[in-house]
Every structure is written in structure tokens, then in C-alpha cells.
């Protein structure tokens, strides 16, 4: 079985731009959480979806945001980039609401 | 708030045993966990402590005492592939997500 994908893997954008990042959970998987890393520190949580609606969100600016869809993939988008919105930003998946995630690889965005 | 304590980096040599501990300050959380992650790739679950006391996994153990605010993480037979990053994280008891609070991560650098 697939595991969790996330695409693209690495991304390089410019201040002020939007950005996109995509998550496909493992087949089953209801549950989509995403979090960001600063290289050098542990994940932090932005979002959760459970079944497409939002059941988390971390302390992170409006200039983010997310969504689930019906098949139960997930988009991060981020807007008006800024320098250190650059970061490894990592999707995990779960059958549950609470336990059990798996990690995706991750996308490493970097702005310029 | 909450906030995990480890340290930034260990150095073992094969076939060691290497103790990475992990103190925190929450109000209120469901479980201690451990993450690995090799070079900024996905965190893959390792192990968890919903109770106090010793969970054994192969090579891995783990231990949590609420009472001390303590937890740690025992590798032993450390192989050259256990190098990598070591995180703890807890899932918070107040609102119902799947929130997860990760320590800064400790390095683990394994020598022949």
C-alpha cells in the first residue's frame, strides 16, 4: 500500500507569492493534519481535517490555510510568502481523529 | 502551554546503549511519544506511553512518569542506522483533535 504522499517535494518561491502543497493520505485514512518544521526544531502543528471539516488549528497567521476534499486529500495553501515560511512542511494521516499518524516525506519550500 | 525539554545532541558508538530523555511542562496530555526521523525525511512512529512504566519494543524502549514530568527514550545494540533525530510529543487532553506538541528533537550521532 502507498503511504501518505505529498507533492511537490521541494518547491522555491519569492516573497509575496501563494504557494500550494498537496497531501494524499493512506487509502482509508480519514484524518489529514498538517505541520510545519523549521529545520533544526521539531514539527509544529498548523491544521487538522477530520472527514472535511477542520477539528485543529494551530497558532499559525490567516496568510495560512487548508482544506480536505471529498476523497480525503488535503491542500496547504499558503499566501504573501515571507522568508521564514521556508520549512519542511509535513502531512500525516490517520484513520482516527486522535491517534496512529503516519508522516508523509514532506515538502521542503524555500523563499527567496 | 506546553513545552518539551530534550537534549540537542548524543554521541554513541555501536553495539551502546544511549538513554535520550524528555522532561516536560504541560497541563494536561494523553500519552508520551517518540518519533525518529532520518535527515529531514518523515518521522516514523517508534513508540508510546499512555501509562506510566516501561514499554518495550525490539531494541527501543520507552518510559514516562507523570508524577516527575519525565520520560525517556532506551535504544540499545545502537547500529550505524540509528543515527538520526529523535523527537518526544504529546497529544494534549484539552479539545478533541490529534494535536501534536513536539519536543525541539535530540540528535543522535552513532560512531563506529
Known amino acids: 500500500d502507498a503511504g501518505v504522499t505529498q507533492s511537490p517535494t521541494h518547491l522555491i518561491k519569492t516573497r509575496g507569492q501563494h504557494v500550494t502543497l498537496r497531501c494524499s493520505p493512506i487509502s482509508g485514512h480519514k484524518s489529514v493534519s498538517w505541520y510545519q518544521q523549521v529545520l533544526g526544531q521539531g514539527p509544529q502543528f498548523i491544521f487538522q481535517?477530520?472527514?472535511?471539516?477542520?477539528?485543529g488549528r494551530g497558532n499559525f497567521p490567516d496568510r495560512f490555510s487548508a482544506r480536505q476534499f471529498p476523497n480525503y486529500s488535503s491542500e496547504l495553501n499558503v499566501n504573501a510568502l515571507l522568508l521564514g515560511d521556508s520549512a519542511l512542511y509535513l502531512c500525516?494521516?490517520?484513520?482516527?481523529?486522535?491517534?496512529?499518524?503516519?508522516f508523509g516525506s514532506g515538502t521542503r519550500l524555500t523563499v527567496v | 502551554g506546553q513545552s518539551l525539554e530534550q537534549p540537542s545532541e548524543v554521541t554513541a558508538v555501536e553495539g551502546a546503549i544511549v538513554q535520550i530523555n524528555c522532561t516536560y511542562q504541560t497541563s494536561g496530555f494523553y500519552g508520551l511519544s517518540w518519533y525518529q526521523q532520518h535527515d529531514g525525511g518523515a518521522p516514523t512512529f517508534l513508540s508510546y506511553?499512555?501509562?506510566?512504566g516501561l514499554e518495550e519494543t525490539g531494541r527501543f524502549s520507552s518510559f514516562l512518569s507523570r508524577s516527575d514530568s519525565y520520560g525517556y527514550l532506551l535504544l540499545q545494540e545502537l547500529q550505524m542506522k540509528d543515527s538520526a533525530s529523535y523527537f518526544c510529543?504529546?497529544?494534549?487532553?484539552?479539545?478533541?483533535?490529534?494535536?501534536?506538541?513536539f519536543g525541539q528533537g535530540t540528535t543522535l550521532q552513532v560512531k563506529p
Open positions: 506511553n499512555g501509562l506510566d
Open positions: 481535517y477530520y472527514e472535511k471539516e477542520e477539528r
Open positions: 500525516a494521516s490517520s484513520s482516527s481523529v486522535n491517534y496512529g499518524y503516519t
Open positions: 510529543a504529546v497529544r494534549p487532553s484539552s479539545g478533541n483533535t490529534g494535536k501534536l506538541i
